[in-house]
């Protein structure tokens, strides 16, 4: 009875008119990877917050991306909480003049809205409703927001990996948004890695219509489209192909290209997948087609995240404890694996049982017309579900 009475109190409580206030007002900070002013800006905005809690705080910076922020809240319980989000986005610096935050309808768009500002904020405002409240169910709290994680968390994952280690986490809370098209809570229990390259082929410069040279860009198509191949023998696996290159500006088109390059980023499901991609790359390297002879290539590993993970036996309890939560506010119930990575892939990475897609829902990532979050009742339900689901891993988790 008086869980129903705390999801009862939580969906009263939350203050929509605030949440979409301070979501506006971070949505209109460019903060792109590496953007280290408008980072710090935003992990400013949140230190103070999460101070104004009764949060100590730290900051671990970086010249190169800005401010990484860790804070700590003590409470009654035994259970250590992480609570994660990141405050970068994938918008280049000045994007936000030409996409500033708007509400339309239900919906409010802007940059990092979704991935993952909508999240952080869900996150704060369910510790600030425990907090003012003096409900502490947890031992302690530790809130991480970092500052590279759209490019692989390079950089602060050593730090949050230690900080998990240091505070002994037992549990781990992921608030990236949740796909807006599924009904109800939908909790993700898996997901993918991301391991990215950049391949550089050199070729030789000669005249095209003499026959003369070796061209570099067609060394390289031959290559990627063997590389696709490769990748599509396995389900799991998928690999995208940007920031294509070769024969300089195009103007000088009766000179093979003598350098062509790309980036190829995968994805893997499953640990063995995720140990094969340096096999297939090798596939690549020599030169199997007439069009290759006598190019070269090099492969140089550009970022990557732990392996992908799959939901084990403590995974799936803390699906299961949020499904109870889920029935007490009448909302259907779903668990999903999810083609994306995030720091959740850190934690599993550790042995720590994470759930992630807690944040709101939303939708549009990673373009920046689109990115949204839904405002109203599905918000609300969601504050509602995150309230109590830190309530009942607090009182249920079993160490
Ligand atoms: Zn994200």
Same mark, same amino acid.
């Given at each position: 009875?008086?869980?129903?009475?705390?999801?009862?109190?939580?969906?009263?409580?939350?203050?929509?008119?605030?949440?979409?206030?301070?979501?506006?007002?971070?949505?209109?900070?460019?903060?792109?990877?590496?953007?280290?002013?408008?980072?710090?800006?935003?992990?400013?905005?949140?230190?103070?917050?999460?101070?104004?809690?009764?949060?100590?705080?730290?900051?671990?910076?970086?010249?190169?991306?800005?401010?990484?922020?860790?804070?700590?809240?003590?409470?009654? +319980?035994?259970?250590?909480?992480?609570?994660?989000?990141?405050?970068?986005?994938?918008?280049?610096?000045?994007?936000?003049?030409?996409?500033?935050?708007?509400?339309?309808?239900?919906?409010?768009?802007?940059? +990092?809205?979704?991935?993952?500002?909508?999240?952080?904020?869900?996150?704060?405002?369910?510790?600030?409703?425990?907090?003012?409240?003096?409900?502490?169910?947890?031992?302690?709290?530790?809130?991480?927001?970092?500052?590279?994680?759209?490019?692989?968390?390079?950089?602060?994952?050593?730090?949050?990996?230690?900080?998990?280690?240091?505070?002994?986490?037992?549990?781990?809370?992921?608030?990236?948004?949740?796909?807006?098209?599924?009904?109800?809570?939908?909790?993700?229990?898996?997901?993918?890695?991301?391991?990215?390259?950049?391949?550089?082929?050199?070729?030789?410069?000669?005249?095209?219509?003499?026959?003369?040279?070796?061209?570099?860009?067609?060394?390289?198509?031959?290559?990627?489209?063997?590389?696709?191949?490769?990748?599509?023998?396995?389900?799991?696996?998928?690999?995208?192909?940007?920031?294509?290159?070769? +024969?300089? =500006?195009?103007?000088?088109?009766?000179?093979?290209?003598?350098?062509?390059?790309?980036?190829?980023?995968?994805?893997?499901?499953?640990?063995?997948?995720?140990?094969?991609?340096?096999?297939?790359?090798?596939?690549?390297?020599?030169?199997?087609?007439?069009?290759?002879?006598?190019?070269?290539?090099?492969?140089?590993?550009?970022?990557?995240?732990?392996?992908?993970?799959?939901?084990?036996?403590?995974?799936?309890?803390?699906?299961?404890?949020?499904?109870?939560?889920?029935?007490?506010?009448?909302?259907?119930?779903?668990?999903?694996?999810?083609?994306?990575?995030?720091?959740?892939?850190?934690?599993? =990475?550790?042995?720590?049982?994470?759930?992630?897609?807690?944040?709101?829902?939303?939708?549009?990532?990673?373009?920046?017309?689109?990115?949204?979050?839904?405002?109203?009742?599905?918000?609300?339900?969601?504050?509602?579900?995150?309230?109590?689901?830190?309530?009942?891993?607090?009182?249920?988790?079993?160490?």
């Amino acid at each position: 009875m008086i869980q129903v009475s705390l999801l009862q109190q939580a969906y009263t409580w939350f203050d929509e008119r605030r949440f979409v206030e301070m979501l506006m007002r971070l949505s209109a900070i460019n903060s792109g990877t590496h953007d280290t002013v408008g980072i710090n800006t935003k992990v400013d905005l949140y230190q103070e917050w999460l101070r104004s809690l009764g949060f100590e705080t730290r900051l671990f910076p970086s010249t190169e991306y800005g401010n990484n922020l860790a804070a700590v809240g003590e409470g009654e +319980g035994k259970v250590a909480l992480a609570l994660f989000g990141h405050v970068d986005t994938v918008y280049p610096v000045g994007s936000v003049s030409q996409h500033p935050p708007r509400i339309e309808k239900d919906q409010l768009y802007g940059l +990092g809205t979704s991935d993952m500002h909508g999240g952080n904020l869900l996150l704060t405002e369910a510790l600030r409703f425990l907090v003012e409240r003096n409900l502490k169910p947890y031992g302690k709290v530790l809130v991480l927001l970092n500052n590279d994680e759209e490019w692989a968390s390079m950089h602060s994952r050593p730090w949050m990996q230690r900080l998990l280690l240091e505070h002994a986490i037992h549990v781990g809370l992921e608030f990236e948004s949740q796909e807006e098209w599924i009904r109800g809570i939908n909790v993700t229990v898996g997901r993918r890695s991301q391991s990215a390259y950049h391949l550089t082929v050199r070729g030789k410069e000669g005249h095209a219509g003499l026959g003369e040279g070796i061209s570099a860009v067609d060394a390289l198509l031959f290559k990627l489209l063997r590389l696709r191949e490769l990748v599509a023998q396995y389900e799991g696996m998928s690999i995208n192909i940007t920031g294509l290159f070769g +024969g300089g =500006d195009g103007m000088h088109y009766t000179t093979r290209a003598g350098d062509a390059g790309a980036t190829v980023s995968f994805r893997a499901t499953s640990p063995q997948e995720y140990f094969k991609i340096g096999k297939l790359l090798n596939r690549i390297v020599a030169n199997e087609e007439p069009e290759e002879q006598g190019s070269e290539i090099t492969i140089t590993p550009f970022n990557h995240t732990p392996p992908p993970y799959l939901p084990t036996p403590q995974i799936s309890h803390l699906a299961e404890l949020g499904r109870s939560v889920a029935e007490e506010l009448g909302l259907p119930f779903t668990t999903g694996l999810k083609g994306s990575t995030s720091d959740a892939n850190a934690f599993a =990475d550790v042995g720590i049982p994470v759930l992630a897609s807690l944040g709101p829902m939303g939708g549009g990532d990673h373009n920046a017309t689109e990115e949204h979050i839904l405002l109203g009742d599905p918000l609300r339900e969601k504050f509602a579900f995150v309230v109590g689901l830190i309530d009942r891993v607090c009182a249920l988790w079993k160490m």
